[in-house]
């Protein structure tokens, strides 16, 4: 794959082609883990230009010959912890060596204004040029200390119930076995190329492996694996043959192991399939990762596309994925990137299908959208009308391109 990968792949299709080309290749599935997390910092390892210009930085090289050594010393899972993670102070030190190294016109400058400014991943900071950099450092620095602590240390994530570090921390096995592995692993694939940022997000990735947490990275690259032909199929599409943009299915994942999708997830799918059929909407988007119950290997989306194609013969050019959302807020706002980045409509509603309490739960102003400000820090769609018990309208709003790297697993 020659395009490096950004925060999502909505957001790959909204850059300009200038900020697509690579000038290395993508090293493996970590990549877009750590893209779609720490976009700015993941961007500073695949361009030669910036990774030269931070090589005259004093202060970054002395930091990765510090961190390198801090780690090689560590010799207890407390400390190999502390060495994984950034010190207050070293997030403070890199971003104003960061912003002292931004000039205007050099390559600091040309990432910022041909990658991030238009990814929209930050758009939540109004400062500009050396401030907004180290802004984004600070969010990106403190995204990989977030991770490390719940997937090294067992803290508390947001969602604990489906979202916890999978390993008894105290065991024997955690501790004398796996973290030293890791440890040992984080410190051999640091040697190629250390840099002052490189020791945590090369922990995070192996952390997030360890505890089976890649699935932001899950059936990437989308738009040439599961999405193919119905992202081509974008393209070609007479917008004006349709009353709505797109049919929205929220995913519900069973709570047996067993069980691929849940009584609730077919009938919500099947009346997608019924709306499809009659004309309202050319695309179907099925929304859900793999949630439900704890450690589940089946997707909500994938097994939604199954269904659809299987049991209600749905063209599989009709049908996007969208199997990152692990929540109803992440439901609308991974399909609110996808929409925009493919050049949906933006004047034209999509409408969201569901039982009658989720749409309930939907349509209260007090409920969902107060959620998201709360989690997500804005509001990544508006709603329209309701049309039914189950059916309502919803527009994408371009501040769901924001990331929230406090969410590791669907950022």
């Not at 492996?209 to 119905?230: C, G, I, K, W, Y």
């Not at 059929?277 to 939604?304: C, K, N, Q, W």
């Amino acid at each position: 794959m020659k395009a490096f990968v950004i925060c999502s792949m909505a957001l790959v299709l909204a850059l300009p082609l200038k900020a697509q080309k690579a000038e290395k290749p993508c090293a493996s599935v970590y990549q877009y883990v750590e893209s779609k997390n720490y976009y700015f910092t993941s961007l500073l390892q695949t361009r030669n230009d910036v990774d030269s210009l931070i090589a005259t930085n004093t202060v970054l090289n002395d930091m990765a010959r510090e961190k390198q050594e801090k780690l090689r010393q560590a010799h207890n899972p407390e400390e190999y912890v502390a060495a994984f993670k950034f010190t207050n102070e070293e997030i403070q030190k890199a971003g104003k060596a960061l912003a002292t190294l931004y000039k205007e016109g050099n390559a600091l400058e040309r990432l910022m204004t041909q990658a991030v400014l238009p990814s929209g991943c930050y758009q939540q900071y109004k400062e500009t040029g050396s401030e907004l950099i180290r802004k984004i450092w600070e969010q990106d620095a403190q995204g990989m200390n977030y991770a490390i602590d719940v997937y090294a240390a067992a803290r508390k994530p947001n969602y604990p119930n489906i979202d916890s570090i999978g390993f008894d921390i105290r065991s024997l096995e955690f501790r004398q076995e796996l973290l030293p592995s890791c440890k040992e692993n984080v410190e051999k694939w640091n040697e190629a190329h250390p840099t002052f940022y490189s020791i945590p997000l090369k922990a995070v990735s192996l952390l997030l492996d360890l505890n089976d947490r890649l699935q932001a990275a899950d059936f990437e690259p989308m738009a040439e694996t599961v999405n193919q032909s119905s992202y081509a199929q974008v393209g070609v599409t007479r917008w004006q043959d349709y009353p709505y943009s797109a049919i929205l299915v929220l995913g519900a994942g069973p709570e047996d192991p067993r069980v691929s999708i849940s009584p609730s997830g077919k009938m919500r799918t099947a009346y997608a399939a019924l709306l499809y059929r009659d004309g309202l909407a050319p695309f179907i988007i099925v929304s859900g990762g793999r949630v439900h119950p704890y450690h589940t290997p089946y997707s909500e989306a994938y097994e939604m596309k199954k269904y659809l194609m299987e049991m209600w013969q749905i063209p599989e050019k009709a049908i996007i994925m969208e199997p990152h959302a692990r929540h109803t807020t992440t439901n609308f706002r991974n399909a609110a990137r996808i929409m925009l980045a493919l050049g949906f409509p933006k004047d034209k509603y999509a409408i969201v299908s569901s039982s009658k309490s989720h749409i309930d739960y939907v349509e209260a102003p007090e409920a969902l959208l107060e959620r998201c400000k709360r989690e997500l820090g804005y509001e990544p769609y508006k709603i329209g009308k309701r049309l039914s018990d189950r059916i309502i309208e919803f527009m994408p709003l371009p501040l769901s391109q924001i990331i929230n790297p406090l969410e590791p697993i669907d950022p």
